[in-house]
């Protein structure tokens, strides 16, 4: 179990979406900059996507739920693709034609690895988000996207799935603002879904002798990777999330997984966050700051257990974004001892924006 989840981490990174970090108001500075050139505000905008005329142009907008603009660009594919199909090739080639729309950036080095098969950046802006579109990856190397009307091809576009192309920020950049956006970051989440009224959904499960209740989650990647949590009835006949010494993988995955319950402290974390270049940033926060962190740019946790034995739990975190196309995966480790008491720190080592095309079944 322990090649299965630490061996992801060390992959070379890839691919990163362009919306991966918050510096006051904005995802990253080429958003910012589009921001400003098109006297765009968060203060007048409704939380998700909002389309508007700009300069003769319509334009989509994205604000998340901390109140940021996520993202700028002008609409090339429906909003049914982007859902049914998420794929971080959307931000960056709407993001493009407003740069060569609107001339945000100077830099046309940005744009030099696009291939155009057919057509080019004015065929693009022509065409929309009305016309037929699809999308393959070529081996895993390249995204080639290809519009249609009438059956007939009106532009086909070749652009390598790497992370200095589809970034458009480096990968440094990006590290520096999800750390400096973690630290200061307040988890607003609320516990409103913890209880379970009664056991009529949960799956009955037993663990040390006990009767134990397990919401099913979902499966990431393999099936020993999940969100699933954990409830037990306690002397007052209510059910309770798990945690206890005598469930450590249960209880640190409902640590994980569930936000705050009464009753249950936050945890402390001291992760060492191994980042570009090989640089190391050594950081203290909590379970409920960084998972709150993370779901709140859209990422949803999952865990899996390394290993349980010699009184020492190892769980593997990833903190995956399905719409952008990566994980933060943290590997981390506790003393089952110190489980449900004020001794208990989760110690370990983390990777942020490791491409999902990185995690694999082995």
């Known amino acids: 179990m322990r090649k299965l989840f ?53 334009i989509l907008v994205r604000k998340i739920d901390n109140g940021d603009i996520d993202f700028i660009g002008i609409p090339l594919f429906n909003p049914a693709m982007r859902r049914d199909q998420p794929l971080p090739i959307y931000d960056f080639l709407e993001y493009a034609c407003l740069d060569r729309k609107f001339g945000i950036s100077s830099n046309r080095l940005l744009y030099k690895d696009v291939t155009f098969v057919k057509g080019d950046w004015n065929v693009l802006l022509q065409l929309g988000d009305s016309a037929d579109c699809s999308v393959r990856s070529v081996n895993d190397r390249i995204y080639e996207v290809q519009w249609s009307r009438g059956g007939k091809v009106m532009a086909d576009v070749k652009v390598p799935i790497r992370y200095d192309v589809l970034s458009l920020s480096s990968r440094g950049e990006m590290e520096r603002r999800f750390l400096s956006g973690l630290k200061s970051f307040a988890d607003k989440r609320v516990a409103a879904d913890v209880l379970p009224k009664d056991t009529a959904g949960l799956e009955e499960v037993a663990d ?64 060492r966050f191994v980042c570009a270049n090989r640089k190391v940033e050594e950081l203290t926060t909590t379970v409920r700051q960084l998972v709150g962190y993370a779901v709140s740019k859209g990422c949803k946790p999952y865990y899996g257990v390394e290993s349980n034995k010699d009184g020492r739990l190892v769980v593997s975190l990833f903190l995956y974004d399905a719409k952008s196309g990566y994980d933060h995966v943290l590997n981390v480790e506790c003393k089952t001892a110190d489980i449900a008491t004020d001794k208990l720190v989760l110690t370990g080592r983390g990777y942020l924006y490791s491409p999902t095309t990185n995690v694999k079944r082995r």
């Open 6 to 58: 630490l061996s992801l981490a060390f992959l070379a990174v890839v691919a990163v979406p362009m919306s991966a970090a918050t510096d006051g108001g904005y995802s990253s500075d080429h958003i910012r900059a589009a921001a400003q050139r098109l006297n765009v505000s968060a203060d007048s905008l409704a939380v998700g996507d909002t389309r508007m005329k700009v300069k003769g142009s319509t």
């Open 208 to 271: 040390n002798g006990k009767r134990l209740y397990m919401r099913k989650g979902g499966i990431y990647a393999d099936s020993r990777i999940s969100n699933s949590t954990y409830y037990i009835y306690t002397g007052s006949n209510a059910l309770q999330p798990v945690f206890s010494r005598l469930f450590p993988v249960q209880s640190i995955g409902n640590l994980i997984v569930l936000p705050a319950w009464e009753g249950v402290a936050d945890v402390p974390m001291k992760i």
